[in-house]
């Protein structure tokens, strides 16, 4: 099956907490985190669909200001995903600029926040840069039993709230169901790929009956007079399996309720980014810090499940020791699901 999800832990192992997720034919991408973001180019910054903040900590969001800098002048909508109290701390970031001249700027820049809370509904606004990014309330949000908070595409984004002595979120990013097309049966049959297959899955999807019609063109150019056939004759074409899923965790203490809240968003997830900034005998300074150690990180990846680990936010208390701290972590886990970077 091709990886639909192709994710990028920015800084590797030690640096700023960020995670960049490229979707296979979506032209938008996820960013988790905003700290350093010196890995991305601007071409990647302004591909940018969705921006979730975990919590406001200088390493998790020290980054915006370069992306405000590139999004100034284009016409843009940018979802916002933050933990409570995230508006104000936007607006506070985007007030301390001035904007007298933002009249002459014919496009606009709008961001929209939602912040996850543990409440029945989560509170939303806007912040526009024609309205010199005050903030503009909108209709809340109620609470999805999973934590979806937002749908990009195929793609579903999942919040749960963590403790880290101040709310943090964790991040899910699932594909709702993946699609492999039989290439040797397009070729049998001569039939050229093209967009008419984004239409074949969308019948799938949508539940259409076999006499459903499908035109078939590779060109968009040619849609109009194109030839149809039935869904029926053309289900084989394509296999539908569970869609892949990516978890993101980070700055959490290790108590009980944090571990039950990782676990559920992490359940199954094809790969999760954990962190793990303290070694296994500094359990101690790791409680005070609020944070994993590598024998946490490691357990709950085993309990959710989850295919691969990529453990990430490692202490530079421990610089030179990446491989001990790996292996605590794949002990921990039970099996060896690391990868390098």
């Known amino acids: 099956m091709r990886a639909t999800l192709h994710p990028r832990l920015l800084t590797g192992r030690t640096g700023d907490p960020g995670v960049y997720v490229e979707a296979l034919h979506l032209p938008e991408t996820i960013l988790l985190d905003c700290g350093d973001l010196s890995a991305l180019t601007p071409r990647h910054l302004l591909r940018l669909g969705v921006l979730a903040v975990s919590h406001a900590h200088m390493d998790h969001w020290a980054g915006f200001d370069r992306l405000l800098r590139l999004l100034i002048g284009r016409n843009k909508r940018l979802p916002v995903i933050g933990p409570e109290g995230f508006t104000q701390r936007l607006f506070h970031r985007l007030q301390a600029y001035t904007w007298n001249l933002a009249d002459r700027i014919t496009t606009d820049l709008v961001f929209e926040v939602t912040e996850v809370t543990m409440a029945a509904f989560w509170p939303r606004a806007s912040l526009r840069l024609h309205g010199g990014f005050q903030i503009e309330a909108l209709p809340p949000f109620p609470a999805t039993p999973d934590g979806t908070v ?23 990013v699932e594909e709702a169901m993946h699609f492999n097309v039989w290439r040797t049966r397009l070729e049998e ?18 539940g259409r009956p076999d006499d459903y019609p499908i035109p078939i063109y590779a060109r968009a150019s040619e849609a109009q007079n194109a030839p149809m056939l039935p869904l029926g004759a053309l289900r084989d074409l394509i296999s539908v399996t569970p869609g892949q899923r990516l978890a993101y965790l980070t700055d959490f203490a290790d108590t009980p309720a944090n571990r039950t809240a990782a676990v559920a968003l992490a359940r199954g997830a094809d790969i999760l980014f954990i962190e793990a900034p303290f070694a296994a005998a500094d359990a101690a300074l790791a409680l005070d810090r609020r944070h994993l150690t590598t024998r946490a990180a490691g357990e709950i990846a085993r309990e959710a499940g989850v295919r691969r680990i990529e453990p990430f936010h490692f202490s530079p208390r421990y610089l030179g020791q990446e491989a001990q701290l790996l292996a605590e972590v794949a002990t921990a886990a039970g099996r060896d699901t690391l990868s390098p970077i």
């Open 150 to 172: 937002l749908q990009q595409g195929p793609l579903r984004l999942h919040a749960a709230v963590l403790d880290h002595g101040t709310p943090c979120l964790g991040f899910a």
């Open 189 to 206: 049959r001569r039939l050229q790929t093209g967009p008419w297959l984004t239409a074949l899955k969308a019948a799938v999807v949508e």
